[in-house]
Nanobody, 124 residues
Framework: QVQLVETGGGFLQAGGSLRLSCAASGRTFNSYAMGWFRQAPGKEREFVAAISRSGGSTYYADSVKGRFTVSRDNAKNTVYLQMNSLKPEDTAVYYC?????????????????WGQGTQVTVSS
């Protein structure tokens, strides 16, 4: 069982930066690939980024490539999402999730554990 808690959301203007954190419980954090997803009102949850167990591989949605960076610190059981050059269309609730799979995936169904989400609002 893995429990995930996201922090770092907020309200900011377009062009700004924000770093989200996701703290995981348990001693098996490095057994999971980690992903970030987001969900805007009235829309389906969508993939943002993923990072492998070791942190050596990453995977991004085209919409955030070059602006967002995912990283992890296995010693702290934490995964991060650095978001730069934020746009109003980045407004959503952001979720972190844990996947037992070896290969990185963008599928929601590929992740077993989810956090409660943190709101990010970007004004124009």
């Amino acid at each position: 069982q893995v429990q995930l808690v996201e922090t770092g959301g907020g309200f900011l203007q377009a062009g700004g930066s924000l770093r989200l954190s996701c703290a995981a419980s348990g001693r098996t954090f490095n057994s999971y690939a980690m992903g970030w997803f987001r969900q805007a009102p009235g829309k389906e949850r969508e993939f943002v980024a993923a990072i492998s167990r070791s942190g050596g591989s990453t995977y991004y949605a085209d919409s955030v490539k070059g602006r967002f960076t995912v990283s992890r610190d296995n010693a702290k059981n934490t995964v991060y999402l650095q978001m730069n050059s934020l746009k109003p269309e980045d407004t959503a609730v952001y979720y972190c999730a844990a996947s037992p799979a070896t290969l990185l995936t963008r599928r929601v169904s590929g992740y077993n554990y989810w956090g409660q989400g943190t709101q990010v609002t970007v004004s124009s």
